[in-house]
Structures are given as structure tokens and as C-alpha cells.
């Protein structure tokens, strides 16, 4: 039983992640995923950066499988084995990264989630490690288009604690866990790319 599963909307969008990744990722190091989802991202970037050691994450049992079910397909040996792995949780157990990517969480999680984040990679990041993340965000108070505005009420009507973040908020917290924003790049679909590095 084939076990991978298919987001469209990875597959409309992890080239132009890519090219984002390519402009700051190590020749070679680690890497770890936080939320992996269906593994599709992680595993083309994996095919893309390959003197880069993937770690993938979820919370979800039928994504563990989906990832490790890619993997498998593409026959990838720099992608370890999928952890469980809940942001909130107080220890990762995890050796230190030189990147960890987080795509498409920090919307639809509680805020905890993106405490425990930033948290983390403040401990985990190697110095000049960088964290990368995906997403939708208001800016300066605002959303950035109407799609988001209307997506930020589907989110906050399915779970209160979930939508939209301020891009200012989510600084200000990586900044109080020694990360500074290097990068901030506009992509497709009113979604943003934000790089930041460990100090």
C-alpha cells in the first residue's frame, strides 16, 4: 500500500522555496524539519541539496509514514528516519542544526507552538545556523491581500487559536532568541520567505 500523499499546493511551491533555500543553505551540515507534512518539500529539497543531512518532523502519524513512504520511493540516503516531534514539548532530544525549516505551521498552530519554535532554535542552531520559515503574515498591522484576510477568517473560525501572525511579533520573538532576520522575500501567493540566523 502506497502510503505517500500529495499536498498540490507543495507541489506548486517548493521549486521557488528552493531557490530561496539555495541562496543561504551549507555546501553540507544538517537540517531539521519541523511540521514535514507530506514530505513532498523535504524530499525535493533533500534531491536539490545533497550534501545536506535531512531530519524530518510531524506530529502526525499518517505524515510519518508519508514521509518516510517518499523517501523510500525516491530512494534518498540523506534523509533520516521521521520523528515525532511537537514544538511545545520541553526536550527535543536533538543534536544541533545548521538550518531548521518550518513551512506552513505558524498560521495554523497555537502561538505555544511558535514560543516553543523560536526557543529551540535559539538552543539547537549551530552559531551562523539559520532558521527558515513559509507562510502567510500581516505586516505592520495589516494583511497583505485580500486571499489573506479571508483566509485568516476560515482559520480563526476553526480553531481560535489559529491564524494569520503579525511578521513583527514572530521578529520580535526570534530576536528575544538571539535570531536576526537576514532575508525577507515576497512569494507566490501573497506567502512570504523569512530567513533569519543565529547571532
Known amino acids: 500500500m502506497d502510503k505517500r500523499l500529495y499536498y498540490p499546493a ?11 533555500l539555495q541562496s543561504f543553505f551549507p555546501k553540507t551540515g544538517t537540517c531539521l524539519e519541523i511540521a514535514s507534512g507530506s514530505g513532498e518539500h523535504l ?13 524530518p518532523s510531524d506530529l ?10 517518499w523517501a523510500d520511493h525516491l ?3 540523506n534523509v533520516r528516519p521521521p520523528r515525532r516531534l511537537d514544538t511545545t514539548q520541553a526536550d527535543w532530544d536533538m543534536a544541533k542544526q545548521d538550518v531548521i ?12 507552538a511558535t514560543l516553543g519554535l523560536m ?44 491564524g494569520v501572525r503579525d511578521l513583527e511579533e514572530v521578529e520580535a520573538l526570534a530576536a528575544e532568541n ?6 525577507l522575500v515576497e512569494m507566490p501567493a501573497n506567502n512570504f520567505s523569512v530567513v533569519f540566523q543565529r547571532n
Open 10 to 20: 507543495t507541489e506548486r511551491n517548493r521549486q521557488a522555496i528552493l531557490e530561496v
Open 43 to 55: 524530499t525535493h529539497f533533500a534531491q536539490n541539496l545533497t550534501g545536506v543531512t535531512f531530519q
Open 60 to 69: 502526525e502519524a499518517d505524515c510519518l509514514d508519508s514521509i518516510q513512504a
Open 75 to 77: 530512494g534518498l540516503s
Open 101 to 112: 525549516l518550518c513551512i506552513n505551521m505558524i498560521h495554523i498552530s497555537p502561538w505555544e
Open 119 to 162: 526557543q529551540k532554535a535559539g538552543d539547537l542552531l549551530n552559531q551562523g545556523g539559520f532558521l527558515y520559515l513559509y507562510g502567510p503574515y500581516r505586516r505592520f498591522g495589516a494583511h497583505t491581500a485580500p486571499s489573506n484576510e479571508s483566509f485568516d477568517a476560515f482559520l480563526k473560525e476553526k480553531d481560535p487559536r489559529f
Open 178 to 183: 538571539g535570531l536576526t532576520r537576514t532575508q
